[in-house]
């Protein structure tokens, strides 16, 4: 999934937190559960893998995590890292347009914003938690006034033999920044 985003808080809280979900799970009245990657007008969130409404945090922003269903309970190991949150953050472009790319490849989840990479993620639970396919969700966190822009949003299906290339397969439009076509409301 790729899409452009940018987010300003307009209210005294100095707050602004939205995020996409993806593979999630409609739980009705407006709610999405899933895999999301967080996106912020603050320093803290942008390019995390968060799961809204189930165990929260996967990875930090910089962390490489494996995550595993340990005697019923869900555990977070931090396998390594793929660069300096801080570093990270100060590519990303506060109150400006930041691009979004978001790989997911079976149970390995990749997040990467202005081209550095925020994330890697192996997620090795499986049903509802560890989910395999799912809707996309745009999300506003309730925080407070606060405006954020999507743009550009398109999808592609990875190839996932070996011998094909993944440019084979092409982008798909999933706004066209005019309608909202094709979309529907959750109830």
């Known amino acids: 999934l790729r899409f452009s985003y940018k987010i300003a808080h307009t209210g005294d809280k100095g707050f602004g937190n939205s995020g996409v979900e993806y593979r ?15 996106i ?24 490489k995590t494996v995550v595993k269903t340990v ?23 506060k109150e400006g347009w930041n691009d979004c ?7 390995h989840f990749q997040h990467f914003i202005n081209g550095r990479q925020t994330v890697d993620v192996t997620d090795e639970r499986t049903g509802m938690k560890g989910a395999r396919n799912g809707i996309l969700a745009l ?21 996932l033999t070996p011998s094909a290339a993944a440019d ?7 706004f066209d920044g005019k309608t909202l076509s094709g ?5």
């Open 24 to 38: 999630g799970k409609d739980f009705g009245n407006f709610q999405v559960g899933g895999y999301q990657v967080d």
């Open 40 to 63: 912020d007008a603050g320093n803290n969130y942008s390019g995390i893998l968060y799961e809204e409404l189930m165990d929260g945090i996967l990875a930090q922003r910089g962390q």
């Open 71 to 93: 005697a019923g309970q869900t555990r977070i190991e931090v396998t390594g890292s793929v660069g300096d949150s801080n570093e990270i953050q100060n590519s990303i472009q």
């Open 101 to 107: 790319v978001i790989i997911a490849n079976g149970n």
């Open 139 to 159: 999300q506003l966190h309730d925080a407070g006034p606060m405006t954020v822009h999507f743009k550009a949003l398109r999808i592609k299906g990875l190839v």
């Open 168 to 174: 084979a397969v092409s982008w798909t439009p999933l």
């Open 183 to 187: 979309w529907t409301a959750a109830d």
